[in-house]
C-alpha cells in the first residue's frame, strides 16, 4: 500500500475513533438520572450486526438489555432511525422514530419508517424504560445499508469466456478488468455474484473472507449476491480487480455424477460502486471490457478436490501492472434470468486451526498425518521441492482394522488435492473452490519433513456463533457433546448436508428435521435455517410435495417422503420456539399448509398407507437390515408424522390468528388419530409394530387416547428392557425416545440409554475414539471392521439428536411455548445417570440463560441465569427440607413467587437475575 492509501486508512480510523467517542458521551448525556449498571446493547438487524445488504422492505431490530440487577423488565422502548450517526445522536436528521411504545418486545421489532432506497444507509439507536423506572442512556449507533432492490439497479452484464474448454471439470477461469478512479474516495461497495463459486481480488488482494459464495440456493429461482465494503482496498488512479470461478454447486458433481445441474457454463455478474468525496459516482461493471484466461486452477470440484498447477499462476493478476495482452476477450449472455437476492444466511468462513497430532507410516507404507479431528475444510502447507514435482493429498476420516489409511466410504468421490512445484523456494497454498471430511491425511510424492510448522488443518463452515455450552462429571457425555457440535459444524456448509466427505453432501429433508432442536441450542443458526428454508418453498412441488434433498438436484419423483418433507412444518416450528420469529411461521406457512394438503390428497379415509417412505432409517437391525425385530411400519411412521405435520400447522394456525384454518385443521387431526389407532393399535394399547420407534412416536405425537398412554410407555419400557437397555430406534425416532421417557417418568432409563457404552449407543462411537456423529450405530464395529462402505459416513449428525435431550431436560433448559425464543423460560433439571453435575448455557436473543447443578454428599446446587426482560419457572428436583436462594430462606425473597410443591418438586417463578439455590435432595434418577 502506497503512502497516500495508508495515510488515508489511518485517517478514517481516527475518525471512526473520534466517532465513537462522540456517539458514546452523547448517548450517555441526553437522559438524566440514568443507572450506570443499566444499558442497551448487541443491537442486530435481521439477525446480523451492521449489515450491508438488506432487502426487506421493513428491516426487524433486535437488542439486550444488560444489567445485573433482579427482576427487571422493559416497559417501553424508543427506536430512532437516521441518515447520519453523529447528527442521529444529537436528535436531528431523523429518518423514523417509534416514539416512546409501550411494550416489553425487545426482539425483532419491525422498522417503521418510509420506504427505504436502494443503497440507503440507516443509522439507528434504541432506549428501553424498565418496570424500576429507570431509562437506559441511548445505545451505541449501529446501521444497516440497503442492497440492491430493483433489477434496473443492476447495470453490470453476466459476462462468460469463450473456451471451448470450458465444461465441468475444467480449469477456473479467471476473470481482470482495470479501471482508474479520478477523485478521493469516500466509499465503494462490490456487488457480485456467479455462476459457479468465486473468489474476488482488487490491487491484489482478496475480497472479504467468505468461501463458496454466492452460497447454494435453488439456483434456476433464487440466487444470492454478496456485497463488500471496498473503500480501503482502492485507490485514486489506477486499479484493478479479478475474479476466479469454480464449478461449485452450480455445474459441478453431484449425486450420482450428475453434473450441470443448474446450467453448463460459468458466469460473473460484478457490479462495483465509488462515491467520491465531492458526491460524483462512478461504476466498474461486468461487460465486454473484461479479459479472460486460465490459470493455475487445472480443475476444482466439491467431491474429487482440487488440481493446482503453480508453474501456471500470474503473479501480480490482479494489479494494474499486470500485462494481460494475451488474454481473451469475453462475451455477454443476455439471455441469464436475473433472479438475485441479496445474501440471506450467514456465509462459509474459515475457522479453527489443527496442527498436526503426529505423522506416522502406516503398516502398508503410506505416510500420514493425523490431526486428531474428524473436521471439514482443507489442509494448508508451506513446503518445499523441486521445479516439477508433483505432490498429493488425500484425505480419510477413519484407518481400517490394521491401521492403514481407509477410504471406501467415500464411493467416486476422490477428497484428493494434487500439487505441482513452480520452483524450489517455499510455497504456501491452500485450496479454493472444494472441501474435504478428513481426521487423516495421506502425502504422496513429498519426501521432506511434515510437522506443524509447515502443515496445518482449518475447519469450515458457515459463519455461526456457538450459542451454547454443555458439559457434565461425566467425560464420555462431554465427548459425545463435543461430537455433535463437530457434526454440526462439519455439515452445516451454507445448507445442513447430509454428510461431508462421500460423493452425497446434499441437503438430506430427514437429517436436518431430526437435528433441527438440537442446532439451535449449539448456534446461532436462525438466519442459517430461514435461507435455507426458502429454497424448501422454491424447490416444492406444485401439488406440496417437498423433494427429499434441498436445495433439488434429485429427480422429479424423489419427494415426499414421511419424516423427511415433514422438514417444512417441523423445521419452521422449531425455529420459531427457538428465536420468537413469527416472521418464518408467515414466510412458510403456505408451504406447511401445501404439504399437508399433499398428505390428504393421498390418503384415503384418512390414512396415508401410499407412496415411498424411508421408514425408521438405519435403525439397529441386529445382522438382518430388513427382518430385524426394531423393524418398524412404514407406513405406520408416515401416519404419525401425518399427525404431527398437522398439529404443528394448527401451532402455526393459531399464532398467526388464520383461525378458519385451526378449525379445519383440528377436525383433520381428530380424524388422522382415529385412523391411526383404528389401523395400528389394538383395543388395549398394543402397536402392531411392537418397536420402541412405533411407541416413541405414538407416544411423542399424542396418537393415543389418554388412557393408554401409561400401559405404551411400559411397553416401551420393556422392549428397552428386551435388547439389554440399548436403543433401536433409526432416524425418525431417536430424537424423541429420550423426551417420551422423561415425560412418562422414566428418565432413570433414558439416562440409563445415555450412558451405555455398548453397540448400539451413542458412547459406544465414543469409546472407539470418534469426534463427530456416525451415520450408523456401528460404523465401525467391535471387531474393527467397517459396516457397508456404500453408506457409512462417519460424519453424520441426525444420531446427535440426543443434544436437545441434554440441553432441555438433563441440564433443563427450556422455552415455554407461550413465550417462544426464551422470552419465557423453564429451568427444570433432571439429576440422574450417576452424574454429579452438568451446566448448559445457551446465548438467546435476550441474553444469557444458565443452569448448573451439583450434587455434593447429598447436597443439591442449583446455578441459575434469568437474563433481563425474561422470567422463568423453576421446578427444583427432590426437595426434602427448606430451600435457601443466595443463603436466604426462598419463602422470604420477595423476587421469588408462586412457590409451591408439585409431587416431590417445588415450583416457583422469578425474574431476570443470578440465583443460587442449595437443599439437600430426596433422591434422584427418575422424572416426576
Known amino acids: 500500500m502506497n503512502y497516500i492509501a495508508k495515510k488515508g486508512v489511518l485517517k478514517r480510523v481516527c475518525l471512526s475513533i473520534l466517532i465513537l467517542f462522540s456517539l458514546h458521551h452523547a448517548g450517555f448525556s ?9 444499558r442497551v446493547d448487541n443491537l442486530i438487524c435481521e439477525y446480523k450486526v451492521n449489515p450491508i445488504a438488506v432487502d426487506v422492505a421493513n428491516p426487524r431490530l433486535s437488542w439486550k438489555l444488560i444489567t445485573p440487577d433482579r427482576n427487571i423488565q422493559q416497559t417501553a422502548y424508543e427506536i430512532r432511525v437516521g441518515s447520519n450517526a453523529v447528527s442521529l445522536t444529537k436528535g436531528k436528521d431523523i429518518l423514523w422514530t417509534s416514539g416512546k411504545v409501550l411494550s416489553d418486545q425487545s426482539v425483532l421489532v419491525y422498522y417503521g419508517g418510509t420506504m427505504l432506497q436502494s443503497r440507503q444507509k440507516c443509522y439507528w439507536q434504541v432506549r428501553v424504560w424498565n418496570n424500576k423506572n429507570q431509562v437506559t442512556p441511548w445505545s451505541m449507533v449501529n446501521f444497516w445499508k440497503m442492497g440492491l432492490l430493483k433489477p434496473e439497479d443492476w447495470t453490470a452484464k453476466w459476462i462468460q469466456n469463450n473456451y471451448q474448454s470450458d465444461t465441468t471439470g475444467g480449469p477456473s477461469p479467471m476473470f481482470r478488468k482495470t479501471f482508474k478512479l479520478d477523485h478521493k474516495i469516500r466509499a465503494a461497495h462490490l456487488y457480485i455474484t456467479a455462476h459457479g463459486v468465486f473468489e474476488a481480488q482488487i490491487n491484489g488482494k482478496r475480497v472479504g473472507n467468505d468461501y463458496f459464495t454466492p452460497g447454494w440456493t435453488s439456483y434456476n429461482k433464487r440466487i444470492q449476491y454478496q456485497v463488500y465494503d471496498v473503500t480501503s482496498m482502492l485507490q485514486k488512479g489506477d486499479n484493478a480487480t479479478g475474479v476466479t470461478i469454480g464449478d461449485g454447486w452450480y455445474r459441478g458433481y453431484t449425486y450420482n455424477r450428475k453434473k450441470n445441474v443448474y446450467g453448463k457454463k460459468l458466469a460473473l455478474l460484478y457490479q462495483l460502486e465509488v462515491v467520491y468525496t465531492n458526491g460524483k459516482r462512478q461504476l466498474i461493471t461486468s461487460d465486454k471490457s473484461w479479459k479472460v484466461a486460465y490459470g493455475p486452477i487445472r480443475s476444482s470440484s466439491f467431491f474429487d478436490g482440487e488440481v ?12 494494474p501492472a499486470f500485462r494481460d495482452l494475451t488474454w481473451d476477450t469475453v462475451k455477454t449472455d443476455e439471455t441469464i434470468k436475473d433472479n438475485l437476492i441479496a445474501t440471506a444466511g450467514p456465509t462459509v468462513k474459515k475457522h479453527e486451526k489443527f496442527l498436526p497430532l503426529k505423522v506416522f507410516t502406516t503398516p502398508e507404507g503410506d505416510r500420514v498425518v493425523d490431526f486428531g479431528q474428524n473436521l471439514v475444510g482443507w489442509v494448508q502447507f508451506k513446503l518445499k521441492a523441486n521445479a516439477g514435482d508433483t505432490m498429493k493429498l488425500f484425505h480419510a476420516e477413519v484407518l481400517d482394522q490394521k491401521g492403514n489409511f481407509y477410504t471406501k466410504n467415500l464411493r467416486t468421490a476422490k477428497q484428493e488435492i494434487t500439487y505441482v512445484f513452480k520452483d524450489d523456494s517455499v510455497e504456501t497454498f491452500e485450496p479454493h473452490f472444494t472441501f474435504q471430511g478428513f481426521r487423516f491425511l495421506k502425502v504422496v510424492g513429498y519426501k521432506g519433513p511434515l510437522d506443524s510448522t509447515n502443515l496445518a488443518a482449518y475447519a469450515v463452515y458457515s459463519d455461526m456463533a456457538q450459542t451454547g455450552h454443555f458439559s457434565t462429571s461425566n467425560p464420555l457425555i462431554n465427548q459425545l457433546q463435543h461430537n455433535i457440535q463437530w457434526g454440526q459444524k462439519g455439515n452445516f456448509i451454507d445448507i445442513p448436508t447430509d454428510c461431508p466427505q462421500r460423493d452425497e453432501r446434499m441437503g438430506w429433508t430427514g437429517d436436518a428435521q431430526a437435528f433441527c432442536r438440537t442446532a439451535t441450542f449449539n448456534m446461532d443458526v436462525a438466519g442459517f435455517f430461514t435461507k435455507w428454508l426458502k429454497d424448501l418453498s422454491a424447490d416444492q412441488h406444485k401439488d406440496g410435495a417437498v423433494p427429499y434433498v434441498v436445495p433439488n438436484v434429485l429427480d422429479s419423483v424423489s419427494a415426499a417422503a414421511s419424516g423427511w418433507s415433514d422438514v417444512a412444518t417441523i423445521a419452521p416450528w ?3 420456539l427457538a428465536y420468537g420469529d413469527r416472521q418464518v411461521l408467515q414466510q412458510q406457512y403456505e408451504s406447511m399448509k401445501a404439504w399437508v394438503g399433499y398428505i390428504q390428497q393421498h390418503s384415503r379415509n384418512y390414512l396415508w398407507d401410499t407412496g415411498n417412505h424411508f421408514g425408521d432409517w438405519l435403525f439397529y437391525a441386529g445382522t438382518n437390515y430388513e427382518d430385524g425385530a426394531a423393524l418398524t411400519d412404514k407406513n405406520l411412521i408416515a401416519q404419525a408424522f401425518y399427525a404431527h405435520s398437522t398439529q404443528l400447522l394448527i401451532n402455526a394456525a393459531k399464532i398467526l390468528g388464520k383461525n378458519e384454518d385451526v378449525q379445519k385443521y383440528t377436525q383433520l387431526l381428530v380424524n388422522v388419530k382415529q385412523a391411526f389407532q383404528s389401523e395400528y ?3 388395549n394399547g398394543r402397536m402392531i409394530s411392537g418397536t420402541q420407534t412405533s411407541y416413541v412416536l405414538a407416544l411423542n405425537f399424542d396418537l393415543l387416547p389418554v388412557n393408554l398412554r401409561l400401559s405404551a410407555a411400559k411397553r416401551l419400557v420393556h422392549n428397552i428392557e428386551d435388547y439389554d437397555e440399548h436403543i433401536t430406534t433409526g432416524f425418525l425416532g431417536t430424537p424423541y425416545i429420550c423426551h417420551v421417557l422423561s415425560r412418562f417418568g422414566y428418565t432413570d432409563i433414558a439416562y440409563d440409554l445415555l450412558m451405555k457404552e455398548s453397540y448400539p449407543s451413542w458412547l459406544y462411537p465414543v469409546k472407539n475414539g470418534a469426534t463427530t456423529i456416525w451415520e450408523r450405530w456401528d460404523g465401525i464395529k467391535p471387531d474393527k471392521s467397517f459396516e457397508d462402505p456404500e453408506m457409512n459416513s462417519f460424519n453424520h449428525y441426525a444420531y446427535g ?17 407461550s413465550g417462544p425464543g426464551f ?10 445417570g450417576k452424574l454429579t453435575s452438568a451446566q448448559a448455557e445457551l446465548e438467546t436473543m435476550y441474553g444469557k440463560v444458565k443452569s448448573a447443578w451439583s450434587i455434593d454428599n447429598g447436597i443439591f446446587t442449583l446455578d441459575v441465569i434469568v437474563p433481563p426482560n425474561t422470567s422463568a419457572q423453576i421446578v427444583l428436583p427432590a426437595v426434602t427440607d427448606q430451600i435457601t436462594e443466595s443463603g436466604l430462606d426462598i419463602n422470604t425473597e420477595k423476587e421469588i413467587t408462586g412457590i409451591q410443591k408439585v409431587g416431590d418438586n417445588e415450583q416457583l417463578y422469578v425474574g431476570s437475575g443470578t440465583y443460587h439455590f442449595v437443599y439437600t435432595l430426596k433422591t434422584y434418577g427418575k422424572a416426576n
Open 801 to 817: 439428536a440426543i443434544g436437545d435431550w441434554m440441553y432441555r431436560v438433563i441440564a433443563g433448559i427450556n422455552t415455554d411455548e
Open 30 to 38: 441526553q437522559a438524566q438520572n440514568i443507572p450506570v449498571n443499566f
Open 308 to 319: 493446482y498447477d503453480s508453474r501456471k499462476e500470474k503473479p501480480g493478476w490482479t494489479t
Open 681 to 683: 393399535v389394538t383395543p
Open 574 to 576: 422449531n425455529i420459531y
Open 823 to 832: 422470552h419465557k423460560i423453564i429451568i427444570a433439571p433432571h439429576p440422574g
